[in-house]
């Protein structure tokens, strides 16, 4: 995850938000609309993959982020099914079809590389390093922090 530094930087996460995009370009078109039901279920979701990689995402303990990756890869094994579905309804064109298809695809083998990445040992190893790290330095927010003489401040209103 080398050069990541915002959710929006995973590929897993652009190709998520370019599926909600391409659904809801095609749940405009007055014809799905009239089937509020199925436009209702695929804008759903279309937009709980991008918004679980993102919360997952802030997320910093391994383990607290592959739940959210799982609803993910959740929101996009049900895009597909939503797809396929509007494919058969005659909603989208098979080229439409074949690209959601195809967009899905590679979003569910990001997010699941991600998942085999965190489930790695060498990811275990680094979390652990990076909480060691953050437990052997106290933190002190920078407006309040005195400079290292040795002393602390005194307590307000006492000299």
């Not at 014809?31 to 918004?51: C, K, N």
């Not at 989208?92 to 997010?111: D, K, M, P, Q, S």
């Amino acid at each position: 995850m080398a050069g990541i530094k915002r959710y929006q930087d995973l590929e897993c996460h652009q190709l998520a938000v370019q599926i909600r995009r391409e659904v809801l370009r095609v749940t405009r078109r007055e014809v799905v609309r009239r089937d509020y039901r199925f436009v209702h279920q695929i804008r759903d979701s279309a937009r709980g993959a991008p918004r679980n990689i993102a919360e997952g995402y802030s997320r910093f303990n391994p383990a607290e982020i592959i739940p959210f990756l799982s609803y993910a890869k959740g929101s996009l094994d049900e895009t597909q099914n939503h797809v396929e579905d509007g494919g058969e309804a005659g909603y989208l064109t098979t080229e439409e079809t074949e690209h959601l298809l195809g967009l899905i695809a590679r979003a569910i083998g990001a997010v699941t590389r991600w998942m085999a990445y965190l489930e790695s040992p060498a990811a275990r190893r680094f979390y652990e390093q990076f909480k060691n790290r953050r437990r052997n330095t106290p933190y002190e927010p920078r407006s309040t922090r005195a400079p290292r003489t040795g002393t602390k401040n005194p307590e307000p209103g006492r000299t």
